[in-house]
């Protein structure tokens, strides 16, 4: 049964590391529905945050092939229900919208939305949320003649308690344990 | 251009010598034992040839014919001498020959050290003359892959790519190196690693699922032991004989598994999958426990993996743990090297023989004789079959030769009939099947392991594959002895136009060229065998030459290999017919 699956991976910054991520994903002719990059809060770590539609099954094949790369410190996946995440929105609407009534000033306020910008042609609206509140909006500020649209990627939080500090920790003391193990078959 | 060796003084006093990124490569390779490497020259790496030339008396470089010819032979050499092979390439087209045996190392973990030679760094991404993006074309199919832009970097690049290629369930690494790093200077000091940050090459294996695996095989009634490569990548042979022997487990080889235990062995019941033996196929479907070590459980072991042993509780000991319940599920996953593991169960398993459930392997296997091997081996008719080509050079060899072979119906054959007696003996083209394999790596094989004899066991279509490198066994005068099973036809895939698509064949008809006067051309000598009275004979004199040879044997040119399961078929509706 496809799912909505967040994978969460935490990579030392290593050019091409991207690209090796995703082509585990197109082996398997999965599409990436939102990928996002950034520092975690261990300095030179990178957390990605990938969000597929699959099987658990499947998640879990291509979240380990996914860690077993080299530059690749931890990789988890998670439902919905075991993380927060937001997304963010952006919309470009022609400033006249605001000009004939209230409809579109109480749709912002309805939505907690917020105003970027205002310039005579045009006014950049953000809404921070989950996709079904973006598009909602999306959707009633359609009428009014949207002009640009975007929304980031997810960026996503586990509930987990363990964090990756402590696996880090458990590196550290693999790389003790094993100091004088040779490691390389010959 | 020279290899200068510059000595400055850095601070007024200390002496810092420099030398070239070329000659750092060459010394790194030395500091990791290096002593082969096979390649091929080209603008892009001319630094590090030209560097060669002052260490030729340390470093044996192979110039092969074409570069699928110097990574197919690496592999050879890795795989016999359980280290990395080494290959050199130019940029480009250099580069881009290597993928198909990228593609086969990485599917056959095979340890390699690949270093192209890239355009300067200054040119990289403008569509230089030769550039080509290898790092990426390699990415999918390579465990490491990393570009080296200026020469400080290429010690420490080195040393991890040995350590990756080599460690952990290996597999092939590839260095693109930028000429400018080639030709700059560096202060070169050189440290074999020991760890690559992020990396786990040795998962320590946990207790309890060794204890739970030890739970399984004391209480089970009918076990089967699926045997992979990865024992003998671990060098755990001779713990798997014990373990198998201790509690009295039938042995069933995957393809590459081959060799790691003797084939005489009375816990032998032969290999899986769909041109396997009969016993252990069907059996995967009778046993209650199956403990699977070093494998993967590839579709060509299982075929329909909704019929695969759903039967028997699953004990999956495998380094990677990317390939646990990839497959199939497990009821017990033992995430270790085989060895370690291995040691860890010995003493923990009772002593058993399951002599009774040994007995029906012994049963299935009079069946598949009678239907099938008896046949292949000594036909009713005047025709030779590959079979009994492949038997009578077991028996020759008393199972103790190194064995290569190519990808098709002969790969099989030789997979089925020799009797391997000798650890790490076999090499072959598995996960990827890549017909032009066998010729090549046999140069590496027999570069490798120059006190034991090397048959290379070929088809006519995988022959004409990489057949140039007949030049290369002939200028290093490499004691490879080339069987050429001649059937005038790829004789794989007319087997499956035969059974699956109402004998139209479409494409597989070769029309040869005379095998010979190639062969001769190169200055290799051969000989042509039509005549069955004269195979013992003709295979003995194999054993005593001292140089190259082709034998091309004729043989029937629409003989089949059985048994089989159909693609996708179940393990134990195994044809024999
Ligand atoms: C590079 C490559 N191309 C195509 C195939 C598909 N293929 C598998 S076996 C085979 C036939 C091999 O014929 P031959 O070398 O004559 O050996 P035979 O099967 O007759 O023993 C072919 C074409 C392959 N495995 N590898």
Redesign the interface.
Known sequence: MNKEYTITIF??NK??LL??IT?IFT?RHLSIASLNTSESEVRGIYRFTIVVNTTE?MV??VT??I??Q????KAFYHTEDEIVYQEIALYKVPTKAFADGDDVESLIRKYNARILTIEPEYTVVEKTGHKEDTQQLFRELEPFGILQFTRSGRVALTKQIREITSYLKD?EQ??K???D?V???? | METKTKTTRANGNEVVTKITGAEALLRSLLAEDVETVFGYIGGAIMPVYDAMYNYQDRIKHVMVRHEQGAIHAAQGYARI???PGVCFTTSGPGATNLVTGLADAMLDST?LVCITGQVAAGLLGTDAFQETDV??VS??IT?????VTSADEIPEAIAKA???A???R?GPVLLDIAKNAQMEEMEYAYEQL?????????P?PAINSIEAAAELINTCERPLVLLGQGVA???AEDEFRTFVEKAGLPVASTLLGLSSFPGNHSLYTGMLGMHGNYAPNVNTNQCDLLIAIGMRFDDRVTGNLATYAKQAKVIHIEI???E???NVKTDVAINADARQALELLIPMVKPNSHAEWLATFGELHKTEFEKVISRDIHPKDDKMRMGEVVNTLSEITNGEAIIVSDVGQHQMATARYYNYRKQNSWITSGGLGTMGFGIPAGMGVALAEPERPVFVIVGDGGFQMTLQELGTIAQYQLPVKIILMNNNFLGMVRQWQELFFESRYANTELVNPDFLKIAEGFGVPGKQLFDRNRLKEELQALMVLEGPFVLEVKVEKEGNIFPMIPAGGTVSEMRLD
Do not use: C
């Open positions: 990579t030392e050019i091409g690209h090796r082509v082996r099954a879990q094949t380990r092939q860690e077993k080299i530059g690749i410190l590196l693999y790389y344990e094993s100091e193990e490691l390389t078959y010959n | 001498k359980r280290k340890p790092v990426s990415m999918p465990k490491w892959n990393y570009q040995f350590f990756i080599n460690s952990g290996p020991t760890a690559v940050s992020s990396y786990v090459p040795r320590k990548i671990s060098g990677d743990p990317s646990i319940d990839k």
